[in-house]
Nanobody
């Protein structure tokens, strides 16, 4: 079982930055495939970024060059550094861990970007 707790969301002006954190429980974190998703009001949940156990990263086209995903296995934490935020980045951001083909989700953290 893996439990995930996101933090770091908030209200920021367009062009600003935020760093989201996702703290994971369990001893399997270091082998987990970690990803960030987001869901805006009235829209489907969409992929944002992911990082593998060995540090390979993947990004949605909409955030490439602005967002950076990283992980600290010693702290069981994955991060999403978000720069040059746009109004359209407003959403609830969710952390997902995939361990042995099982998906675990956090409760989400709200990010609101004012234009």
């Amino acid at each position: 079982q893996v439990q995930l707790v996101e933090s770091g969301g908030g209200l920021v002006q367009a062009g600003g930055s935020l760093r989201l954190s996702c703290a994971a429980s369990g001893r399997t974190f270091s082998s987990a495939y970690m990803a960030w998703f987001r869901q805006a009001p009235g829209k489907e949940r969409e992929f944002v970024a992911a990082i593998t156990w060995n540090g390979s990263t993947y990004y949605a086209d909409s955030v490439k060059g602005r967002f950076t995903v990283s992980r600290d296995n010693a702290k069981n934490t994955v991060y999403l550094q978000m720069n040059s935020l746009k109004h359209e980045d407003t959403a609830v951001y969710y952390c997902k861990a995939t361990v042995l083909a099982y998906d675990y989700w956090g409760q989400g953290t709200q990010v609101t970007v004012s234009s």
